[in-house]
């Protein structure tokens, strides 16, 4: 049978469920009137659930005595369901039972038969409308869900008995839970212990007090998956009033990654790569630590610096690889001689570093246990090694510091173990040696002396001063630099005092470098002036200094800087210098020959000088050592040797000249065997360049 259609059919489509024809066509009309359209009609309960899958109606208005098994009831429940479509009961019955069923099946609307048209179109208007807002807020609801589960953080939403309500995809991913077996659950099962025994009493105490660990800002804590395995989360949690019931929203965050990443910074900057051993900033670390324990304590902790003998030759002739091995085989032995507690650290290269805690408070007592743990390890690294399929052997020197509360630095206490370590080393390798407080003193002096001298440079302190050269008549043709420091509070320091020093450490580098440079500075002063335009300067070079490989250029660079006239420049080399690669100092000094400087060998006579390659040298002049010139007059065996470096130097082509001449019999002894030049107290004494001019007045000819 059909119904009647619509003539205007925009307020709505209706499927209407009514088992009575003629009722049926009646409300259809009333329908049709009101500017509904009838899309179907059913009679029976699966007829209805059928049709509205079919028609997809906007509403079904739904009789609840049905013909058939099924009444209106339970087919408005179905059609709800599947098609969450909204139904209206239009119906004779009212009786509670059957309103209370109805009610389940949450309808849009309730007309009592008989009803008015007015009532009809009421409850039509107001179920379309709530539907359509029904829809709308599924549809906002359903474009929410999909923004969070395009997240990649896991939003979890929970009611205030810590019951989760909802979830995004990110949870389930998360934590390995299908969303059903969380629904619903507890939170807490999303914790390891103990916290998921807790996490009940801390939502108590959040609804007494207010307090809340993880509320607001993000907290570290760990998560649990379904598979049972731990993983580090950030979690913040905020709280909200949802339908009058108070709601948690909680942002989860996975930040295994970042841990991760943060770990492999931490390996990284405080353990070795090598052996895997905390690293020298690590060590440094814990050192403090330590004395600040051993402050509290009382007692003495230990530190045992430990260098591979002879490690260079295991890496020359085994390749690095082999170096590498052994080093990672002494790593793993190592800590097998101490406690869990005490720290065995790679120091860089060859180098480790054990600290010892918690060693007695006696003294005496402490240094014992410390001597039997280095002991200990002299044993364990005599083992033979397995490096690449070959057995080798190798000894560690080990130096011992002992420390109680921090008195002294941690540098000056690594300086310390440097030391004894070096004193090991020093006593024929292979063994222990304790720190000696003498022996520090006296490193501590050279490194006060290091930083000085730095200092010294940068605040101008150093000095040249000049002492006059004569020649076979008297007549003064140049002078010898000579550096001396202006120290503050020392006072004037002679050069025998930090040369050497300076030598050792390199210092003297920048220090030569200054020298040349304020030597050339005073030959161009000189060249200004009549009596000294054509005096030649002689300036002491260190063997380090002449064996940099840029070292012709720094003494081009030091003329060109001033333009002094490099023919007025004499180097002074000695003969120590000569005794490694004497191709190369043959090449620099022909290199500088070649712009006009000259050379002189200094201190001749003392050293090893081989007569072959002295002829190969380019030199122009011969010192005769003071200590010669000194017993000169009293020793024969001085005076011909002075004879024999005069008779030398002049079969060489050279000219000949002699320090350290104080007396007028010495210059007279030295000018009969033919002596070209002198230098040395008698003449003058090293002096400023300001002094050089009156001293000039009363040089005696
Ligand atoms: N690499 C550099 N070495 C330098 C430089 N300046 C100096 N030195 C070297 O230091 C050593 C000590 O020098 P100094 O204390 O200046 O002693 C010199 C003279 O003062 C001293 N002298 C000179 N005449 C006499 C004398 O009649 N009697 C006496 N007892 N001493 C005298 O002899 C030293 C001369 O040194 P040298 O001619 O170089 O051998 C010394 O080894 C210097 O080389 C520098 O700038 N760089």
Known sequence: MSLPGSLCANKGRILVVEDEMIVARDIAQQLVALGYQVVGHATRGQEAIDLAGALQPELVLMDIQLAGAMDGIAAAQ?????????????TAFAADEVLARAKLTEPFGYILKPFSERELRTVLEMA???????????????HTQAILDGMVDGVITLNAQGLITSINQAVSTLFGYAPEELLGHNVAMLMPSPHRSLHGGYLRRHQHTGAGCAMGQGREVD?????????????????????????????????????????????????????????????????????????????????????????????????????????QQVGQRLPTCVRDDDTVSRFGGDEFMVMLEALSSQPQEAAIQAEAIAQKILLALAQPYRLR????????SIGVVMFRQAQVSLDDLLKMTDVAMYQAKAAGRNTVRFFDPALQALALARTALEENLRRGLALQEFVLHYQ?????????????????????????????????????TGFILPLGQWVLESACRQLVAWSHQRATGSWTLAVNVSALQF????????????????????????????????VGDVQDVITKMNALKAQGVSFALDDFGTGYSSLSYLKRLPLDQLKIDQSFVRDLLINPNDAVIAQTIVALGHNLGLQVIAEGVETVGQHDYLASIGCDAFQGYYFGRPVPAAELACLLKQIRP
Do not use: C
């Not at 003064?476 to 020392?490: D, M, Y």
């Open 78 to 90: 179905a059609i709800r369901l599947q098609f969450l479509l909204p139904v209206v009961f239009i």
């Open 128 to 142: 379309l409308y709530k539907h359509q807002a029904d829809s709308q807020a599924r549809d906002a609801a359903r």
């Open 223 to 327: 998560g649990q998956r379904r598979d049972g395995s731990v993983f580090p989360i950030s979690v913040s949690v905020s709280e909200l009033m949802h339908n009058g019931q108070t709601q948690f929203i909680g942002l989860v965050h996975d930040i295994t990654q970042r841990r991760r990443s943060e770990e492999n910074i931490y390996r990284l900057a405080f353990y070795d790569k090598l052996t895997g051993l905390p690293n020298r900033r690590l060590l440094m670390d814990r050192l403090k630590q330590a004395l600040i324990t051993s402050t509290r304590t009382g007692q003495h902790g230990a530190l045992i610096l430990l260098d591979l003998d002879h490690f260079k030759q295991i890496n020359e002739t085994f390749g690095l690889d082999a170096g590498d091995e052994l080093l």
């Open 389 to 396: 399929g070959h057995t080798h052997g190798t000894t560690p």
């Open 468 to 504: 006059i050269q004569v020649d076979h008549q008297g007549l003064p043709t140049g002078a010898e630099a000579l550096l001396r420091w202006q120290h503050p509070v020392r006072g004037m320091v002679p050069p025998a005092q930090f040369i050497p020093l300076a030598e050792e």
């Open 547 to 578: 064996a940099q490989p840029d070292f012709v250029a720094h003494v081009t660079s030091a003329l060109q800087a001033t333009s002094a006239n490099p023919t007025l420049l004499k180097l002074e080399l000695t003969e120590s210098m000569l």
